[in-house]
């Protein structure tokens, strides 16, 4: 047994080797662990947003990098989509539809807070800002982004529809801006008769969902009404209705408009505008800076209004425009909110507006002096915006918008009449509405 | 049960045994989901109940018959596959006749006769959306050049073109299937009937009719067959080059089931939309096997 004794001196040292390594180990395991834990939670967190590929070149220039430059705690990453909305809004409903939607902010179309809200995929916000801090953005802004009493959502930019016009061809014939459906037709019978224009008005006629943002801008002149979301009772197969489709048709039928115009989207009718073709057009505010763009036939020529309504009423505004919601699935809801705070405040709106030029929420921003002196027009922006109407904050609006689309095109088109066609659609819309 | 004594019994047993794994497979993949959709359809599940299903009976399908929307799509569908299946018919077998001639580099065109329906759908559709296109399409440009047309067609924006354009392509696509089936059948038919009525003073004509059309008319059948339950269901096609526009025109019943349910989120009327659209398509298919067996029974000479 003579080698017993080093074997056991051997046995000792490996045992405390081994000790010494198992400490080091653990040592080095916890400091990594520690170290990572100290170092994730100083970490950026990182914000999901879908926006269309046009709408996310300006953002990522302009108040995503000062929004980062003041919370180096938070990073937003945009994520460019398909440019068509409704594709957008598909990308958002598959993604919830199949539980963890990726997106934290979701930025949103007016007439999708109430679908996505009553699924049940948004953030009900209405705890989170005060009465007052609402006050400052425009009304139907707010009232666009409630859902049952709820807020859902803060809004952002505006977009509405508004009457432009031709203030040379008005003076040259010594006309005042039409104020009721009447005057509309009638100058614009003047305006060609002396043959100082080809055509009156344009419009958008075409089946999709800008024919119903014409159509409740001139529901709303007659005062007739589409869906009251309160009860949600019909109104497509009332004489106001009827009074509304008559007053469209008789624009084509009297050579006032195109017989084309029931082909027209947005673009279309901005092109017949700005190449001096009609002395009236309904667009969005859009048009403004390519009407005024240099070298375009129509710059200096043109004004805004509100559109036309019969004596006594006030024409209908419709309400588009963009705002940020909060999804029910996002782990950092608290960041969230504060991307939101920062992103629909003032001084982000305001840079954003000069930067980018789109229409503000907030009303203070219209008679902004710097705004102003870029873009003269938004004081009487702000007038339209004040008579904004909704369209049917109802969960089922697109379905809802769908069938009015179907039978609205119909009846404009002569392939049934509007009484046929406006009885059809409100029992297609009662049978919709009243299950469930 | 089976009564085991005979010969005849126990093999039935037997039978049955080896059946039941494939039998339960069928009702697993096949069954269940159809059951599934046929209660769904009873329940009321959308935005207005926000999304909890509510029992609503039969009221589904008491407001599709209301439904202008679910009509129309029928009949584009009915129009969509009745024309597109009779083209692909007619050519499919023009082609087919000619690829069964002897000609220098058979094999290469066979092979080539295939590629389009080779290629997968959404892409085809991309593909004509833009040979179609207003602007900068192929076929205007054609058109234009040939001095036919003086300014561009808008070929998708147009009801009744945007219709012609979508089962333009269809047939072009899977014109294909057909000539490689009607060729499998050709090639089956014997060249002694063919010499021997020829014999007898037939004309090519008469060859036709009288031996190639009779005897073909089992994979022309089950060609119809295939392709009508195909086109009844189309959708890649037709959402990638139309999204069933301009208006609803091109939108087909399956266009519109996804509406329904992935835009709407209306589950109950979807499943209900389904289930009618299934039992339509059945109640078609059977009809058309009936056919088939009638006339197989008839060319095979048994009745």
């Known amino acids: ?436 | 049960m089976f009564n085991t004594k005979t010969i005849r019994g126990r093999e039935q047993r037997t039978a049955w045994i080896l059946i039941v794994p494939a039998l339960l497979m069928l009702l697993f993949v096949f069954g269940y989901p159809i059951l599934r959709a046929f209660w769904l359809s009873l329940f009321t599940q959308n935005l207005g109940t926000r999304l909890q299903p509510v029992f609503s009976g039969f009221d589904n399908y008491s407001r599709m018959a209301g439904d202008g929307r679910f009509w129309q799509s029928f009949w584009v569908t009915i129009i969509f596959t009745v024309s597109s299946v009779v083209l692909e018919l007619i050519l499919g077998l023009a082609i087919a006749l000619i690829l069964n001639q002897k000609f220098f580099g058979r094999g290469l065109v066979r092979t080539s006769a295939i590629i389009p329906w080779a290629l997968p759908t959404a892409l085809i559709g991309l593909a004509w959306a833009w040979i179609f296109n207003d602007q900068f399409g192929i076929v205007n440009d054609i058109l234009l050049r040939l001095g036919i047309i003086n300014t561009g067609i808008n070929w998708l924006g147009d009801p009744t073109l945007a219709m012609f354009a979508v089962i333009f392509a269809d047939v072009w696509k899977t014109t294909p299937f057909i000539s490689i089936l009607l060729l499998a059948g050709l090639q089956s038919i014997s060249p002694d009937l063919y010499e021997a009525h020829s014999i007898d003073g037939a004309t090519p004509w008469q060859n036709f009719r009288q031996i190639t059309l009779p005897l073909l008319l089992p994979q022309i059948l089950i060609a119809m067959l295939f392709r009508f339950a195909q086109a009844f269901g189309v959708f890649d096609l037709i959402q990638v080059m139309t999204g069933g526009g301009p208006g609803g025109a091109t939108e087909v019943v399956s266009l519109y089931i996804y509406s329904t349910v992935m835009r709407y989120l209306d589950f109950g009327y979807g499943a209900a939309l389904v289930v009618v659209t299934f039992l339509l398509l059945i109640l078609a298919v059977a009809i058309a096997s009936l056919l088939l067996n009638k006339l197989r029974a008839r060319t095979s000479g048994t009745t």
């Not at chain 1, 100290?38 to 929004?67: E, K, Y």
């Not at chain 1, 954003?352 to 219209?366: K, T």
């Not at chain 1, 915006?385 to 904050?393: F, G, K, M, S």
Request: net charge negative; proline share 6%; glycine share 8%.
């Open chain 1, 1 to 436: 047994m003579l080698y017993r004794k080093p074997l056991n001196k051997l046995q000792r040292f490996l045992r405390r080797q081994g000790f010494l390594r198992v400490g080091v180990f653990s040592a080095f395991f916890l400091g990594i662990v520690l170290y990572s834990w100290i170092a994730l939670s100083q970490q950026p967190v990182t914000l999901n947003l879908l926006m269309t590929a046009p709408d996310a070149q300006p953002w990522q220039q302009g108040i995503v990098r000062d929004f980062e430059a003041k919370n180096p705690d938070i990073r937003i990453n945009i994520i460019e989509g398909p440019n068509a909305t409704n594709l957008l809004e598909d990308l958002y409903t598959s993604a919830f539809i199949l539980g963890d939607s990726p997106y934290d902010l979701i930025n949103m179309d007016v007439i999708w807070t109430p679908k996505f809200a009553a699924a049940g995929w948004l953030m009900d916000l209405t705890d989170r800002i005060s009465a007052e801090e609402l006050k400052a953005f425009s009304d139907a802004d707010v009232e666009g982004s409630r859902y049952e009493g709820r807020l859902y959502r803060i809004p952002m930019r505006s977009d509405v529809g508004m009457l432009y016009y031709r203030t040379d061809l008005l003076e040259q014939a010594g006309l005042q801006p039409p104020e009721t459906f009447t005057d509309l037709i009638q100058a614009s019978q003047t305006l060609q008769q002396k043959d100082l224009i080809n055509w009156g008005y344009v419009w958008q006629g075409r089946q999709y969902e800008g024919l119903v943002a014409m159509f409740i801008e001139v529901l709303e002149g007659f005062g007739g009404f589409w869906v009251n979301p309160e009860n949600l009772e019909v109104g497509l197969d009332r004489p106001e209705t009827l009074q509304a489709i008559a007053f469209l048709k008789d624009t084509i039928q009297q050579g006032i408009s195109p017989p084309g115009v029931t082909t027209y989207q947005e673009e279309e009718t901005r092109r017949f505008f700005q190449s001096g073709q009609a002395a009236f057009l309904r667009n969005w505010p859009y048009v403004w800076p390519l009407a005024q763009e240099e070298g375009s036939p129509i710059e200096g020529r043109i004004a805004i209004k509100p559109m036309v309504a019969t004596p006594g009423r006030t024409g209908g505004a419709c309400l588009g425009g963009w705002g940020l919601g909060i999804s029910t699935s996002t782990r950092h809801p608290e960041e969230a909110w504060r991307a939101i705070q920062y992103f629909t405040s003032e001084e982000a709106q305001k840079n954003f507006i000069l930067n980018a030029g789109f229409v503000p929420s907030r009303r203070s921003l219209f008679t902004d002096p710097e705004i102003v002196a870029k873009y003269p027009h938004y004081p009487q922006l702000l007038e339209v915006v004040q008579q904004a109407v909704l369209r049917p904050p109802i969960a089922q609006y697109a379905q809802t918008s769908d069938i009015l689309q179907r039978y609205l095109s119909a009846a404009l088109t002569n392939r049934m009449t509007p009484e046929q066609a406006m009885q059809a659609a409100a029992n297609e819309t009662r049978r919709l509405l009243n299950r469930g």
